[in-house]
């Protein structure tokens, strides 16, 4: 593996500018225990040096310095050999840190979202769940390869949480001070409700409410919605509009009492969702059998049970090696 590759998809991630595709490379690097335990370190060395910094915002300027330091750095290393791994580490975490936190700041300075100081950044990887307790009292439940960024207090007029990824919210009503997830250049903001929101990225947001109300807005354009239980809620990026439809919200947003559902969607809609929840691979070039459809849910059920209930249902056949499944 490259470690040039794996800093700066560790940057993208931490600064939240990596894509679906990128956030699922720097998975496959974190399989390997040397990365993961590297990037859980630039984590907290990005958490705790984005305190004190306010450098001005230029991803592209910190990926060219990232690569500069370090082409210098492996340089002196071949020149010096008794110097440890760490120094390569260390300068190439300097410049994430310029990132993250120049980052964090220019939108924090744009967009008014989470202020610099005492912020917390949680992130699950591939095929895991994970429950957050927020400081108010409020939970928020992360689906796979998504990450939430929020204070460790809330300020007295707004609760104000970010989020890349999936995730859903269970919010203690506070007419006095709303909750406000940023995600990008839209905002949902609710005053005590249950609801899901999936962001991918600037163009694309999915909102499902499961109790209560809450207001969808794209701050660029100014367009917006309100939305009310089963309501759900998607951006249309060519038409700069909400599209808004009905929805049974309990079938769409049960993963996070660890269900998956398959409520009337084609297999190859199930092998995307399989995918994504137990971190794997699935290869299947069937039409036959990915066009089936198919309706069933489980409950903390293991990779292999959920596969030969399929293969039940639809009589393929699967081979297993390691990470990835082969359908025929």
């Known amino acids: 593996m490259d470690n040039h590759i794996f800093y700066e998809l560790a940057a993208k991630v931490l600064t939240g500018e990596a894509s679906e595709t990128e956030n699922r490379r720097l998975q496959k690097y974190l399989e390997h225990p040397e990365y993961r335990k590297t990037y859980q370190w630039l984590q907290q060395e990005w958490q705790k040096e984005f305190r004190q910094h306010s450098d001005e915002f230029s991803l592209d300027r910190g990926l060219y310095l990232l690569r500069k330091k370090i082409k210098t750095s492996e340089q002196t290393i071949r020149k010096a050999p008794r110097l440890h791994h760490i120094t390569l580490l260390r300068i190439a975490a300097a ?129 917006r919605v309100i939305l009310t239980r089963n309501d759900h809620a998607a951006f249309d990026a060519a038409k700069q509009k909400f599209t808004t439809s009905e929805v049974h919200a309990e079938h769409l947003t049960d993963w996070h009492r660890n269900i998956l559902h398959f409520d009337e969607i084609t297999v190859k809609q199930a092998f995307a969702l399989i995918e994504k929840w137990y971190g794997i691979k699935i290869n299947c070039t069937s039409e036959a059998i990915l066009t089936q459809k198919i309706r069933a849910s489980y409950h903390n059920e293991s990779l292999e049970n959920v596969l030969q209930s399929l293969q039940f249902m639809t009589g393929f056949e699967y081979r297993q090696n390691n990470d990835t499944i082969t359908i025929k």
């Open 95 to 223: 410049v994430i840190l310029f990132l993250g936190i120049s980052y964090a700041i220019y939108h924090t300075g744009q967009n008014k979202n989470i202020p610099p100081s005492e912020y917390l950044a949680i992130s699950s990887t591939a095929g895991e769940r994970k429950q957050i307790t927020l400081p108010d009292g409020s939970v928020a439940y992360l689906n796979a390869q998504a990450t939430l960024r929020y204070p460790e207090t809330f300020d007295r007029d707004k609760r104000r949480v970010e989020l890349h990824g999936k995730a859903f919210f269970e919010v203690r009503r506070n007419p006095e001070q709303p909750f406000v997830v940023y995600s990008g250049d839209f905002e949902t903001t609710v005053l005590g409700t249950t609801f899901e929101v999936c962001y991918k990225d600037t163009t694309h947001i999915n909102v499902t409410v499961a109790t209560g109300k809450v207001r969808v807005a794209h701050r660029t354009t100014g367009e």
